[in-house]
């Protein structure tokens, strides 16, 4: 097996021997909550093993695979966070990695989630500003750029959406009317003269968490991280959103405090707010979780009547933001 073949390099690579390997739930990823015989406890992550048997699927998700490397592209920014002294900003400690093979991070004992008091909503805020202002940066080639493009960056994910997703879901006229609210809105809000970097994996704060230990809030998995100049307030409208959509104010106002007065006057709150709406709307509507799959139609109802009416969501907007 794949996954035998990387322990026994792990092992090699670490001088150790694993005692206990439990493979963790996450989608499609490889992914292992390890523990080795001197009782340390890791995070072992590689790359979705595919076994289809269907020879002409397999070979299309080799290709691919081959070019939007989930592993490599994670080790990327672990080792760039691994060079930038932050102030506020924890993450897991890069341990071990090889391009295209494997990656092993320090395994944080965590509660789920994070305590919304005030204290930890101004921490949040400071944490997720230094990482989006980190200034890190991708090396990649052509293709894999512009499959990383298409997969990551929200108006083209928006874009390829609207032609693929949402008119199974909602139709052919309300796909037409996202691409015209993604019209209307890239028109309203101009490029950033700087870029910054977004997770672009925070619904429901799956990937922020308290240590058990001392209480610092941690960010984890960076498979989907991107670099983006135009929809930046992406990652705190996520974070800052619960599952049935309440809005937290003040963890929004907290980050805003944070952004320089040069990027305030060039943002259109509404219309990043709804931009992201949108992203994380279609998520819920293609995830195939027992949550998401129970609340489809709420989704659905939801792009169709708040995100795609202008009226309706400047009601909302004004209800549930306000800023």
């Not at 090889?98 to 944080?108: A, I, Q, S, T």
Request: proline share 1%; aromatic share 10%; charged share 30%.
């Amino acid at each position: 097996m794949k996954e035998e073949t990387i322990w026994l390099e792990v092992e090699s690579d670490l001088g150790a021997k694993i005692l206990r390997c439990e493979e963790l739930g996450i989608g499609k990823k490889s992914a292992w909550l390890i523990r080795l015989h001197d009782k340390t406890e890791y995070i072992l992550k590689t790359n979705e093993v595919i076994d289809d048997q269907h020879v002409i699927t397999r070979l299309k998700k080799n290709i691919i695979s081959k070019y939007r490397n989930v592993v490599s592209r994670e080790l990327q920014v672990y080792r760039q966070l691994s060079t930038i002294r932050f102030e506020h900003f924890k993450f897991p400690k890069l341990i071990k990695g090889k391009e295209h093979r494997y990656l092993l991070v320090e395994y944080v004992p965590s509660f789920n989630g994070w305590d919304k008091n005030e204290a930890a909503r101004e921490r949040v805020a400071k944490s997720l500003y230094e990482f989006n202002t980190s200034n890190l940066r991708f090396k990649q080639g052509v293709v894999e750029k512009i499959l990383s493009d298409i997969k990551r960056k929200t108006s083209l994910k928006i874009l390829v959406w609207s032609f693929v997703v949402i008119p199974k879901s909602n139709g052919i006229w309300d796909a037409m009317t996202c691409l015209w609210v993604l019209f209307k809105c890239t028109l309203q809000q101009r490029k950033f003269k700087h870029h910054y970097f977004l997770h672009r994996d925070l619904i429901g704060n799956n990937n922020v968490l308290t240590s058990a230990e001392n209480g610092d809030i941690y960010f984890i998995d960076f498979e989907s991280a991107v670099e983006e100049r135009r929809w930046i307030l992406n990652d705190i409208i996520d974070v800052s959103l619960s599952t049935d959509l309440e809005v937290d104010r003040d963890l929004l106002n907290e980050y805003m405090k944070l952004l320089s007065e040069s990027d305030k006057k060039r943002l259109n709150m509404k219309a990043q707010v709804r931009i992201a709406l949108i992203h994380r709307i279609v998520r819920r509507i293609l995830s195939h979780n027992e949550y998401s799959k129970k609340n489809r139609h709420v989704w659905i109802s939801f792009l169709k009547n708040i995100l795609l009416k202008d009226h309706h969501f400047d009601d909302w907007y004004e209800k549930n933001v306000g800023i």
